[in-house]
């Protein structure tokens, strides 16, 4: 409940920012930082909440179709049905095509695919010890930027990801979709209050150390809330 009320007043101060400056262009050439305020994990039905899940993260424009991005998650998570204990780590490097459909005015609007390597760690830790699964994969990132405002944007992406592409044997073959919603609020040219909601699912062909090992799925929630620096 906290976290949707810290939300929402992010939103309605977003929507009642006015200014007489005109409006800068979409921006992808900055760096942030954001930190869960809400982060939780579905694993056969059991919930289990993060208190340490932050992302940090950026990207560069380096021409006006092209830009270059990169993301790395980190949470930790309980397990007490299963007494067990999860860290997970996603890395994402990239490249992104910018296709713009609206530009200039107030209201710009940018479609967006890419294509990333990823890598991501998985450590399962039990009382009787624990285990690291750590593989790199392929990405496919996809959607929407807008002005809606002066100075206030949004974004829509659904980022599709595979580590079981390379075949060279993984001991846990894994892919995921999430679905991604952004907000930012620029309170000057240079910095901005950022906001995101992630939502989508992981699925292990296979998790070791859990009750059933066997094709697992992990549906998992976050709302973050930081700021960002933005370079032009």
Known sequence: MKSKVIVAAF?????TAVSAEDRQPLSYTFIDAEYAIDSA???????SDSDNAFSVGGSWQISRRFVLWGRYNSASYDLP????HLNLKLGTIGALYRLPIREGGDSPLDFVVGLSYEHQSTDILTQLGGDTFSDPG????????????RHFDVAAYLH????????????NYLDGLF???GAELQLTRR??????YLTGELDYYELP???????????RDEIRLGVRFNFR
């Open 209 to 219: 150390g859990l009750e059933r090992p066997v094709e697992v799925e992990v549906d």
């Open 160 to 171: 599709y990801f595979d580590y079981g592409v390379f075949g060279r044997g993984f001991r």
């Open 41 to 47: 994990i579905e694993i056969y039905g059991d919930s």
């Open 11 to 15: 939103l309605v101060i977003a929507a």
């Open 191 to 196: 910095f901005s209050l950022i906001g995101t």
């Open 81 to 84: 049905n299963f007494g067990e």
């Open 179 to 181: 679905f991604e919603l």
């Open 138 to 149: 392929i990405g496919l990132r996809t959607g929407v930027k807008a002005g809606i405002a």
